[in-house]
């Protein structure tokens, strides 16, 4: 599994497998206080490319899925393929996301050490409106910012490039990694990007100054590249912020939570995010090791008002954390995919 995303809802993933896209759904569970089961729920062909790259509209009508020179707008409440983009594109789709008001698609176009170009689509018309040269080598990542004002592109060539939506023009340049970068996350108040990558470092970069506020990683034993990146808010500090009277006292609480997957399989939840002065490498966040999952770990999506995630894996399989990084659920096994129904 290369690619996973999240209906808005929370209530379906889709995983690109191969050349397919598995649909998962949750579901809840007779006992309240126990997490939902999370059931294999058909699947589609997307054809003999593998799927790269997923993104699922902000309004819940539209997933977008790529492989070789090939864009796929997929309907949600049919499941059928409403519009196949081929036309302008190059090299692999690696990577895709839509503007908040689910009008536009932003799709990586790459070709390894060579070029890694940026297409705006219209998700209505199916047509490239702009194309732009990001980068010079692949870009694995792509994210928006919740204000809906910028783009981070994430790239092999190390570099992690802001973009302004309204006029399509580069904001900054951000460098300091030392591998490819993999995978970029905005903060909710849009004000902060993480970056992660082969370098197995995340860096948190302050955007008003373009300079990196914080650096940290594993403590432990090398995990591996940083495959994947989600920036969320704690909800049990955000309830604390609100309710605290004293101004003060409200802006000291930290309400930061970003989740990491890595090539060990080993997720963690950093909280409480902290500034440092220079660049060198330190702690930076409270860092909780999340349950493992023995396995490579290629892509995770989050589910913002649950606070659970989910991660493709190199063996095909689909999991589901809590929110306090508990694993609860693990799907399917590769012969259930090769069963569910496929439409036409």
């Excluded at 089961?37 to 997307?46: E, R, T, V």
């Excluded at 370098?199 to 995990?223: C, H, M, P, R, Y």
Aim: charged content about 25%.
């Amino acid at each position: 599994i290369m690619a996973v995303a999240v209906s808005p809802d929370g209530a379906t993933v889709a995983a690109g497998r191969g050349g397919e896209i598995a649909f998962f759904e949750l579901a809840a569970t007779a006992d309240e206080k126990s997490p939902p089961s999370l059931k294999a729920a058909g699947a589609i062909d997307a054809g003999r490319d593998a799927v790269q790259a997923l993104a699922w509209a902000p309004d819940g009508k539209t997933l977008a899925a790529g492989g070789f020179r090939r864009v796929l707008l997929i309907d949600t409440a049919t499941r059928q393929v409403r519009t196949e983009i081929r036309t302008d594109l190059a090299g692999r789709i690696t990577a895709l996301a839509f503007s908040n008001d689910s009008k536009t698609l932003f799709a990586a176009d790459s070709i390894p050490a060579a070029a890694g170009r940026l297409h705006f689509i219209g998700a209505a018309s199916g047509k490239i409106d702009a194309s732009l040269r990001a980068h010079g080598d692949t870009i694995f990542d792509l994210d928006v910012s919740p204000d809906g004002k910028m783009l981070a592109s994430a790239s092999a060539d190390k570099l992690v490039r802001i973009w302004d939506l309204a006029t399509r023009e580069r904001v900054t340049t951000l460098e300091g990694h030392t591998g490819y970068v993999l995978a970029c996350a905005f903060s909710p108040e849009s004000g902060r990007l993480a970056s992660a990558g082969d370098d197995e470092v995340i860096k948190i970069w302050n955007l008003g100054t373009a300079k990196q506020e914080a650096a940290f990683g594993d403590t432990g034993v090398s995990a591996g590249p940083i495959t994947g990146l989600a920036w969320t808010t704690d909800p049990a500090n955000a309830e604390k912020k609100a309710a605290e009277k004293d101004a003060e006292k409200a802006k000291a609480i930290n309400t930061d939570r970003l989740v990491a997957v890595n090539e060990a399989g080993k997720p963690k939840i950093y909280n409480e995010l902290k500034d440092h002065e220079g660049e060198q490498r330190s702690t930076g966040a409270r860092e909780k090791a999340a349950e493992e999952a023995g396995d490579l770990l290629t892509a995770v999506a989050l589910d913002p008002k649950s606070q659970r995630f989910f991660a493709g894996s190199a063996t095909g399989l689909i999991r589901m954390w809590s929110a306090d990084g508990k694993l609860i659920a693990t799907l399917p096994e590769p012969a259930k995919i090769a069963e569910a129904p496929t439409n036409p």
